[in-house]
């Protein structure tokens, strides 16, 4: 079992930075993702990492915030971090981290098999 917590949502201004963190306890998975869901949309996926161990990960991301969005995790303290910045309106949601243990980054939510309880980002214009 694994339980992830998220934070660091809030309001910002387009063009603005916000940290999202999410702290999970229990089992220590190979693959963490953060996946967004906006009013009348479908969840999306928005970033993943991955590694089998050590320090080396894999990330991946959605055209849509490349270069804007970097995904992290700090092992020590449990957390999986999602950055993002020059954030625009249209990147408002509820932001879901989610957790796997198959091999290599995924995309579909389908494949998570842990998730947190959502934070909202709401990005003004």
């Known amino acids: 079992q694994a339980q992830l917590v998220e934070s660091g949502g809030g309001l910002v201004q387009a063009g603005g930075s916000l940290r999202l963190s999410c702290v999970t306890s229990g089992r220590t998975l190979s693959g963490y993702g953060w996946f967004r869901q906006a009013p009348g949309k479908e969840r999306e996926f928005v970033a993943a990492i991955w590694g089998p161990g050590g320090n080396t990960y894999s990330q991946d991301y959605v055209d849509s915030v490349k270069g804007r969005f970097t995904i992290s995790r700090d092992n020590a303290k449990g957390t999986v971090y999602l950055q993002m910045n020059s954030l625009k309106p249209e990147d408002t949601a509820v932001y879901y981290c989610?957790?796997?243990?198959?091999?290599?980054?995924?995309?579909?939510?389908?494949?998570?098999?842990?998730w947190g309880q959502g934070t909202q980002v709401t990005v003004s214009s």
């Open positions: 989610a957790a796997q243990q198959r091999v290599g980054l995924r995309r579909r939510a389908d494949q998570y098999d842990y």
